[in-house]
């Protein structure tokens, strides 16, 4: 389990960074660059594209720092939505159709024999998500982590499963709203 | 679309942050963001829900030469006198991709005459020198948005991509516009900075970049085009 750097800290070094203080970069990314490259070796498949898209999202951090409105959400979502984001525009880009080449099919099948919901690790103050994942179908859940965790399109995912896109649209809108209505807010 | 349907926009802020939307639908999502705060604060709300599933990978350490990379960056960005590799580049390619740009620019702004579309305006056509045009560019009247189309087949390796740049019109370094599509359309959304540069700016060129783009935030690859910016009519 990730240690979550401290919010308060990662706002001070952000308002740094939008103040141009490279030194803050430094401490951003020593506090932040390794969390980021673990979402984004999942989410590319290769170290190599994470490793590029990670030194991007830095890029962008650096650039956008003086957008981030700590009123608004904290630094941490703020710094995973613009690596994330990075992350599936290149998959977007890269991958046009929707056809799983054998590289990608050996790869989905190792995720089905491993059960992507059954590997994750939560702290304590992840226990809402845990208990509201564990109120949805197990399609539900498996659809939504092949989606998130792993960056998978729908078609994928029906391809992967073995389901009509309708069927995976389907579960995925469900699966959303209920874990909305179980979360609050 | 209508926006105004608060159970629209939650549903389309929460598969945006799920990843599951197409490009078209995230750029559109994305213009929506910037226009209503009601789409910003749901997709706000939705990447804080899902950040623990985020939070609970395991980390993986960068390599030690990445950091560096990204100093040389920064560095290049803060630095305005420095002029990098690829600008001169640029200044090879000119005349010989501006030729073939503007035939082909005119070429296109003919036929643009005839189409029923009104919102998109031509912009530009990318075509390398003494080859078939490979893209069109055209842009909302705003200039808030681009629109990229293939026009022929787009050949590169997978390590590579193309990029698409503006050059400013008063001189300084290219900015990026993203990377181009090798196959079909793809509508992007500019940031205010982008959109005040192209509205002002004269040219756009392509360059050849790893995969994931410019690791420098400027050209690092050959310019193989460079192409004029129609005006709006």
Not at chain 1, 83 to 93: E, G, K, M, P, V
Not at chain 2, 33 to 39: I, L, Q, T
Not at chain 2, 107 to 130: H, R, Y
């Amino acid at each position: 389990m990730a240690t979550v750097p401290d919010g308060s800290e990662l706002d001070s070094l952000l308002r740094r960074c939008a103040r141009r203080d490279a030194a803050a970069l430094q401490t951003l990314y020593a506090r932040v660059a390794p969390q980021l490259l673990g979402i984004l070796v999942r989410l590319l498949g290769t170290r190599t594209a994470a490793e590029d898209a990670l030194q991007d999202a830095f890029i962008r951090i650096w650039q956008q720092a003086g957008q981030f409105d700590r009123s608004k959400g904290r630094a941490m979502a703020w710094m995973v939505a613009i690596a994330r984001n990075r992350a599936i525009d290149l998959q977007r880009a890269s991958r046009t159709t929707v056809l799983l080449d054998a590289a990608e099919l050996a790869g989905a099948e190792q995720l089905q024999v491993d059960g992507p919901a059954d590997n994750l690790e939560f702290g304590a103050t992840h226990d809402a998500l845990r208990r509201c994942l564990e109120i949805l179908s197990t399609a539900q859940r498996q659809c939504l982590l092949l989606a998130y965790q792993r960056g998978l399109t729908q078609e994928r995912i029906a391809l992967l499963i073995g389901q009509p896109l309708g069927t995976i649209k389907s579960w995925i809108r469900r699966g959303l709203e209920s874990l909305k209505a179980c979360m609050g807010s | 679309m209508n926006y105004d349907r608060p159970e629209l926009l939650e549903r389309l802020a929460a598969e945006y942050v799920l990843g599951v939307l197409r490009r078209r639908a995230r750029a559109r999502f994305e213009r929506l963001c910037d226009e209503f705060p009601d789409a910003l604060s749901a997709r706000q709300r939705w990447e804080d829900r899902l950040l623990p599933l985020s939070l609970a990978l395991a980390p993986v350490t960068p390599g030690a030469d990445r950091w560096p990379r990204i100093q040389r960056a920064v560095d290049s960005m803060s630095d305005s006198g420095a002029a990098p590799t690829a600008r001169s580049a640029l200044r090879r390619w000119w005349p010989l991709a501006l030729a073939a740009s503007l035939i082909a620019a005119a070429v296109l702004i003919g036929k643009l005459t005839f189409w029923s579309e009104p919102v998109w305006q031509p912009m530009a056509v990318l075509a390398p020198a003494n080859a078939a045009p490979l893209w069109r560019l055209e842009r909302s009247a705003d200039a808030a948005r681009i629109n990229i189309r293939t026009l022929g087949p787009v050949t590169l390796k997978l390590t590579q991509s193309y990029e698409l740049w503006v050059l400013p019109s008063g001189g300084g370094n290219p900015v990026s516009l993203g990377l181009l599509p090798r196959q079909g359309s793809l509508e992007r959304h500019l940031t205010p900075a982008q959109r005040t540069l192209l509205l002002a700016a004269r040219q756009v060129a392509v360059s050849v970049e790893p995969a994931s783009g410019s690791p420098t935030g400027l050209p690092t690859g050959p310019v193989i085009i460079v192409a004029p910016i129609a005006r709006a009519t």
